[in-house]
């Protein structure tokens, strides 16, 4: 399991929009700023160690919309208490990504 | 064209995630980039289709191990030290059983071991500078005994190496004798130095990639900054101790304010102080 020392800002960045309502890696790449190619890979490992849960929504809801299934990601408890840890180390994370927020047209 | 481009990128990125995750692994990036395409723009999408090629590159170094790759795993410096042991323990046994040269007939066939040793310190030093991070840079550094491991640890691998050596040595001196205008000699005074070279540049580039508190190898890296906005901000890579003890920052350009990677504790002063 990842403790609270070991959560680097991006990581703590994509787990905070995560936690902002970003459940799937397009939404948390807009949100944070940050390449696809650093989003996609840490997701991997956030849920490797237990922090975030992913999950496929049904497809049925998909077929409705006509649009691909997609795979949403959820703060597991670890995950919401890191995320808590880490908003004292890093007290600027609710400002960076409320601003990136705020840039998207 | 772009769509079949795109398309061809992740069927090549999905060929390095292993077979029984490939399915799933492919399924959300095409998904994903049905969405990119959508919000982002064909340009940006092609870009945003990158990032599955770092994705696929996570997924072959992260998924399940197995044999070899298990014990090439030099994470933990016991480890590391281990098999470094091993490797000059098979170079001794060997060497051993490689019989002595016979007596020197022409001493000007005889090559000089120490120059081999010069030529390959030379070539190491000769390109770039040895400095392995700066990591000055923090309020409080870790107490002596802590900063002191980290050198013994890149002595001990230093010395282990040249153990290593000492098979092709001695087999360059007994063939250099046998053989005093023979091809043998000449291919391992080559193979010696250059593996020489190869070695202790490694020995310098695996300290670098170290915690200098735990000595384990550190992981999450993450590109920081962008490249057009370079005088503002940084452009490196972030690579952090998956113990907490730190982070360390590569530059991905060099410049007169940020010219070798940047190490930073993670001490009491880097939490909030609100």
């Given at each position: 399991?990842l403790?609270e020392?070991n959560?680097?800002h ?29 989003i996609?890979?840490a ?10 849960r ?6 049925s ?6 649009r691909?299934?997609?795979k ?34 | ?26 399924a959300e ?5 049905w969405?990119?395409r ?80 010069v ?43 040249l ?15 046998a ?7 000449g ?54 101790c ?30 909030a102080?609100?």
């Open positions: 399991m403790g020392a959560l680097s991006s990581a703590a960045m994509i787990l905070h929009a995560i936690a902002a309502g970003s459940n799937y890696g397009l939404s948390v790449m807009q949100m944070t700023g940050l390449p696809s190619g650093t996609y890979p997701l991997r490992r956030l849920e490797r160690d237990g922090l975030i992913s999950q496929w929504e049904r497809q809801i998909a077929d409705a919309e006509q691909p299934l997609r949403y990601y959820r703060l597991t408890r670890t995950g919401q208490a890191t995320l808590e840890a880490s908003q004292k180390r890093y007290p600027l994370l609710a400002k960076l990504t409320s601003a990136s927020e705020t840039e998207q047209p | 064209m772009i769509t079949l481009l795109q398309q061809v990128l992740l069927r090549c990125a999905a060929l390095l995630v292993a077979g029984s995750e490939r399915r799933e692994w492919l990036w095409r998904s994903e980039l969405y990119a959508r919000e982002l723009g064909p340009r940006r999408a092609m870009l945003f289709c990158f990032g599955a090629i770092h994705d696929a590159l996570w997924y072959s170094r992260n998924s399940s191990r197995c044999g070899v790759r298990e014990i090439a795993n030099l994470d933990s410096p016991a480890r590391c030290v281990g098999l470094l042991t091993v490797f000059a323990a098979a170079s001794l046994l060997v060497a051993y059983h490689i019989p002595d040269r016979p007596p020197i007939t022409d001493q000007r066939s005889e090559p000089s071991f120490l120059l081999i040793f030529v390959a310190c030379l070539i190491i030093m000769g390109p770039q500078s040895l400095s392995l991070a700066d990591y000055r840079a923090n309020r409080s550094l870790p107490c002596r005994l802590t900063r002191l491991g980290r050198w013994v640890f890149l002595a001990a691998k230093i010395a282990l190496i153990l290593t050596s000492y098979a092709p040595l001695r087999y360059l001196d007994y063939a250099a004798m053989h005093p205008r023979g091809r043998p000699a291919l391992v005074v080559q193979f010696v130095v250059w593996g020489l070279v190869f070695t202790f540049r490694w020995s310098l580039h695996d300290q670098g990639e170290r915690c200098p508190v735990c000595l384990r190898r550190l992981g999450n890296p993450v590109r920081v900054g962008e490249p057009a906005g370079y005088f503002l901000e940084w452009n490196c890579t972030e690579f952090m998956l113990r907490g003890h730190g982070m360390l920052y590569v530059p991905e350009c060099h410049t007169s304010w940020f010219n070798r990677p940047r190490w930073y504790y993670m001490d009491c002063s880097t939490g102080s609100d």
